[in-house]
Nanobody, 117 residues
Framework: QVRLVESGGGLVQAGGSLRLSCVASINIFSFEKMGWYRQTPGKQRELVATISRGRTISYAASLKGRFTISRDDAKYTVDLQMNSLKPEDTAVYYC???????????WGQGTQVTVSS
């Protein structure tokens, strides 16, 4: 069973930084793309950033410039560096991966990010 495990969430003051990491249980070349999404209570899960197998990157327009996604193929990880955090960035952040062959979407269990004002 393929697993995605997130880490790095926590409580930070506004203006601070956090780095989230997602480690996969298989070689990440098996995924067409990987990314980060976030969700707050009562709202739909929204895209934060994605990075493809070929390292094409996309960001939610509102987050570009503050967040940076990266991948380490040797470590099977995808990281999200979040800078200049705002209270509205408070959410549960989920790692996502789409399997190349089946196009099946996989999700991690989520990690809570809380930004205090």
């Amino acid at each position: 069973q393929v697993r995605l495990v997130e880490s790095g969430g926590g409580l930070v003051q506004a203006g601070g930084s956090l780095r989230l990491s997602c480690v996969a249980s298989i070689n990440i070349f098996s995924f067409e793309k990987m990314g980060w999404y976030r969700q707050t209570p009562g709202k739909q899960r929204e895209l934060v950033a994605t990075i493809s197998r070929g390292r094409t990157i996309s960001y939610a327009a509102s987050l570009k410039g503050r967040f940076t996604i990266s991948r380490d193929d040797a470590k099977y990880t995808v990281d999200l560096q979040m800078n200049s955090l705002k209270p509205e960035d408070t959410a549960v952040y989920y790692c996502n991966a789409v399997l190349l062959r089946s196009q099946t979407a996989l999700w991690g269990q989520g990690t809570q990010v809380t930004v205090s004002s």
